[in-house]
């Protein structure tokens, strides 16, 4: 087969969009409905379609897919593919496209915007497309240069920034993307002429775009707010805090100090405290996003947190708090992909504990609000997601997994249900192929394996030694 061959599209015309989560007319596109298919759809009047039963009409079908759990609804939808119909997908979760390239005719990975006319146009053979008939072919990320001319991806959103400037180890933003920010001037004036007061400025972390005192300076002259302030907490000021409007989303991941040191987000306790009591201070709603089950963590670190709450809630008496727990996924291309995932149970129950101690908080103080952390089989779904295709079989072994399960007994419930993991899923060395490795990213960093080998180092370390018992 040859090169020309390999990349040859099977149609060219009739395409349309299926969105996995919604409904065919814009009005009822719901958040869960990917930016890209918004954007794309409207600017090339591509069909949205959301019933099997309407594919039947069209040659190439068009996926937006951000999380994996797009893989299984895929899966469901598989045996609506028609002969000779092709399928192709893009979006963030497609990175690791071995979940899906066993039913979609391609993949596009990374960014999209300056190919997909030509992708329409039928072009195939483009270097971040994977076709299913080479999976091993090697791909670059397609790394778009942010826009001069800003792209509005509804009538209120627009990027100001892209990647992210910190190197957390288990983020896939730093490790993906090279880091860019959206020119200054053409954000204020889109600042200045938008009709509407709220606005979102899309970014990873609003404080370290080096001009965002001027954009938070210009909203509050216009009396206009940033609907999605996300801050990293080292960076947050007093004067960002006393002009928000909104809730503001703190990233703190680890849930003691020592654990944010060892995944590289060093916020001291203090700083957190700092940051926190200031938002609180001013009577703001926050969100602070923790991560479970990170590498080295005990009911100790649980602990801190739980003392840290409870030393808000004695200094303070208004303001709002979400606290989500997210558990740890080991993301490709990251440092972290050496990492054996875990699930902790007990881990899960104390949280679920804790959220039932904070309910009614708001009367008397504070209003502490944590939500129902993900369970551990649908964890393990979003996991496998990135070693194995999805089919139908294995969605129906992930769906029917018993409940409340740690990793071992997971794994071999899908070996019952005959569904296996490759061996390197558990057993993974510096020389470990991962099933992402033909995906090259601009983020990528060659010393990533002596960046996790120093975080075991730490691990390893005084600071992670069990404390010995008193007699
Ligand atoms: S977790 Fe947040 S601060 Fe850390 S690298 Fe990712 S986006 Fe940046």
Not at 10 to 32: E, I, M, Q
Not at 89 to 104: D, F, K
Not at 188 to 202: D, F, N, V
Not at 294 to 299: A, K, R
């Amino acid at each position: 087969m040859t090169q020309t061959d390999l990349f040859e599209p099977k149609v060219t015309h009739r395409a349309c969009f299926y969105d996995l989560h919604g409904g065919r007319l814009r009005k009822k596109f719901n958040a869960a409905t990917p930016k890209a298919l918004i954007y794309f759809s409207e600017q090339y009047r591509i069909p949205v379609i959301s019933k099997p039963e309407e594919m039947q009409g069209f040659d190439t079908v068009f996926f937006s897919l951000h999380c994996f759990r797009d893989f299984y609804l895929v899966a469901e939808l598989s045996k609506h593919k028609r002969n000779g119909q092709e399928w192709v997908a893009g979006g963030n979760a497609c990175v690791t496209p071995t979940g899906i390239l066993w039913i979609m005719d391609y993949v596009w990975i990374g960014d999209c915007f300056d190919n997909f006319k030509r992708i329409l146009e039928g072009e195939r053979d483009l270097p971040a497309m994977l076709s299913q008939r080479e999976p091993s072919r090697v791909v670059q990320y397609s790394d778009e240069t942010i826009s001069a001319q800003l792209i509005e991806f509804n009538d209120s959103e627009v990027e100001m920034s892209k990647g992210c400037p910190r190197r957390c180890l288990f983020c896939i933003h730093p490790w993906r993307h090279k880091y860019q920010e959206q020119n200054k001037e053409a954000v204020l004036e889109y600042i200045r002429h938008h009709p509407k007061r709220g606005i979102g400025l899309m970014s990873n972390s609003s404080d370290d775009v080096s001009y965002y005192d001027e954009v938070a300076a210009l909203l509050d002259e216009q009396g206009k707010t940033d609907m999605v302030v996300s801050n990293a907490v080292q960076g947050l000021t007093v004067e960002v805090i006393r002009k928000r409007k909104r809730e503001m989303l703190l990233g703190v991941e680890g849930m003691s100090e020592r654990l944010r040191r060892v995944v590289n987000k060093p916020i001291c306790r203090e700083v957190l405290r700092e940051r926190i009591g200031w938002c609180l201070e001013h009577g703001k709603q926050i969100r602070t996003v923790y991560q479970f089950n990170l590498p080295g963590e005990t009911s100790e670190d649980f602990e801190e947190l739980a003392d840290d709450v409870r030393h808000f809630q004695k200094q303070y008496s208004k303001g709002s708090w979400a606290i989500p727990f997210i558990p740890n996924q080991v993301s490709a291309h990251t440092p972290f992909q050496w990492n054996v995932p875990r699930y902790s149970v007990e881990q899960m129950r104390r949280i679920q504990a804790f959220r039932e101690s904070l309910f009614g908080s708001g009367k008397t103080g504070i209003s502490i609000y944590s939500p129902q952390p993900l369970g551990p089989s649908k964890w393990f779904g979003q996991v496998i997601a990135e070693w194995i295709a999805i089919t139908p079989k294995v969605s129906k072994a992930v769906d029917s997994m018993p409940t409340n399960r740690e990793m071992p007994e997971m794994i071999e419930w899908l070996e019952s249900q005959d569904v296996k993991l490759p061996e390197s899923f558990l057993n993974r060395k510096e020389d470990t192929v991962f099933p992402w490795d033909n995906i090259k990213t601009t983020g990528d960093d060659p010393n990533k394996w002596r960046r996790f080998a120093k975080m075991q180092t730490i691990l390893d370390g005084d600071l992670f030694k069990p404390k010995a018992c008193a007699v």
